[in-house]
């Protein structure tokens, strides 16, 4: 849905099933699982949540993920292979560069790296944003070094934008963030071909 140049993320409950894999809502029950994904020096590295990552971490970080929910700014699912057990995350929010814009995020947990699971959770979000958001294009916003978050951007479809890096603040620190961009008229890649997402 699309207000005054701007969007709303697609309400919750927001399930989606594709390329074997079921991108589902956070609840309580999962706060054990976020500070296992998230209480690690890679994730703490490239991303902006808190380092050490513990159970008041977790509960403070999923409040926030609800209010930004609530106030249809930001949607944050858990990467799953079945419903159950949460092995990442990845983010659709509006960018805070240029609403017109949808900004993707994702991190996977260490003990789950390897499997495509971001390149997969991108492209379904991408899809559902691309087909019911209508943004201006899609972004993702790197660190350069990051060559593992780079090679995701790459092998879904997207490209390094002529643009200057981003400056944004976390722990204390500025770092300089790429801009990935996909637009409508490109094509999203990942996963397995042909699978194509679908809302459950």
């Given at each position: 849905?699309?207000?005054?140049?701007?969007?709303?993320?697609?309400?919750?409950?927001?399930?989606?099933?594709?390329?074997?894999?079921?991108?589902?809502?956070?609840?309580?029950?999962?706060?054990?699982?976020?500070?296992?994904?998230?209480?690690?020096?890679?994730?703490?590295?490239?991303?902006?949540?808190?380092s050490?990552?513990?159970?008041?971490?977790?509960?403070?970080?999923?409040?926030?993920?609800?209010?930004?929910?609530?106030?249809?700014?930001?949607?944050?699912?858990?990467?799953?292979?079945?419903?159950?057990?949460?092995?990442?995350?990845?983010?659709?929010?509006?960018?805070?560069?240029?609403?017109?814009?949808?900004?993707?995020?994702?991190?996977?947990?260490?003990g789950?790296?390897?499997q495509?699971?971001?390149?997969?959770?991108?492209?379904?979000?991408?899809?559902?944003?691309?087909?019911?958001?209508?943004?201006?294009?899609?972004?993702?916003?790197?660190?350069?070094?990051?060559?593992?978050?780079?090679a995701?951007?790459?092998?879904?479809?997207?490209?390094?934008?002529?643009?200057?890096?981003?400056?944004?603040?976390?722990?204390?620190?500025?770092?300089?963030?790429?801009?990935?961009?996909?637009?409508?008229?490109?094509?999203?890649?990942?996963?397995?071909?042909?699978?194509?997402a679908?809302?459950?």
């Open positions: 849905m699309q207000t005054k140049g701007s969007f709303v993320v697609p309400p919750a409950p927001l399930r989606l099933e594709g390329v074997g894999i079921t991108l589902r809502e956070w609840t309580d029950d999962d706060l054990d699982a976020l500070v296992e994904m998230y209480d690690d020096p890679e994730i703490a590295r490239w991303t902006p949540v808190a050490p990552f513990d159970a008041r971490a977790a509960r403070a970080y999923l409040d926030k993920a609800r209010t930004g929910r609530a106030e249809g700014r930001t949607a944050q699912l858990a990467i799953t292979t079945d419903g159950g057990h949460p092995r990442g995350e990845v983010l659709l929010f509006r960018s805070a560069s240029d609403e017109r814009d949808a900004e993707l995020a994702y991190g996977v947990g260490a789950h790296r390897g495509g699971l971001a390149g997969r959770a991108v492209r379904l979000v991408a899809e559902l944003a691309l087909r019911e958001l209508r943004p201006r294009r899609l972004v993702l916003c790197i660190e350069q070094g990051n060559t593992a978050s780079e995701v951007a790459h092998a879904c479809g997207f490209a390094l934008a002529d643009e200057a890096p981003v400056p944004r603040q976390a722990k204390g620190r500025e770092v300089l963030l790429r801009t990935w961009s996909l637009r409508p008229e490109d094509t999203v890649r990942s996963g397995r071909p042909g699978d194509a679908r809302p459950a």
